[in-house]
């Protein structure tokens, strides 16, 4: 990873649609989803203005998308329920984070402090996959502040 890590939103609804599905569609869980419903996710994402990318140089290393729940829409999602409509994803307690894809450590922890510096005080949640479809919801990962190879293990811990 060079020293040229940014984050941006980039420019154009279809230049970002295009990237971030290129870009997600090849790692899992994503490669593994219907298309229609990665897309529509992704789509959503974009136009609510929900999504960083992570830049190395011109290069894209990091995708990161989201919603922004009240408590009250949260709480069953975390609980095990199906994720909230888009009409509901203009809350104001959460920012439930819904597609996370990098390819460094240090791009995805990027994203995440780039998302909670745009909403400070709110909560960052989020549901982690893992093998064996175990389900992990995390609510604000506490260990983010931990140097990045530490950070990133733990997230996905």
């Known amino acids: 990873m060079s020293d040229s890590l940014s984050i941006s939103a980039l420019a154009g609804h279809w230049n970002r649609l295009g990237i971030a599905a290129h870009f997600v569609a090849r790692v899992e869980p ?3 989803f219907r298309s229609a419903d990665l897309i ?4 959503a994402q974009i136009e609510r203005e929900h999504c960083l990318f992570a830049l190395d140089g011109k290069r894209v290393v990091g995708y990161l998308g989201w919603a ?3 408590a009250a829409v949260a709480a069953p999602f975390a609980r095990g329920g199906s994720p909230p409509p888009n009409s509901l994803a ?3 307690d959460v920012a439930w984070i819904l597609t996370a894809a990098a390819m460094h450590d240090s791009a995805l922890l990027t994203m995440v402090r780039a998302l909670r510096a745009r909403y400070p005080g709110l909560r960052v949640m989020g549901i982690r996959h893992k093998p064996g479809a175990r389900r992990v919801v995390f609510d604000r990962a506490p260990r983010l502040s931990a140097p990045p190879r ?3 293990a733990a997230a996905a811990a």
């Open 30 to 32: 994503f490669a593994s």
């Open 40 to 43: 529509g996710t992704l789509n």
């Open 68 to 70: 922004l729940y009240d």
């Open 90 to 92: 203009h809350g104001s």
């Open 150 to 152: 530490q950070a990133a």
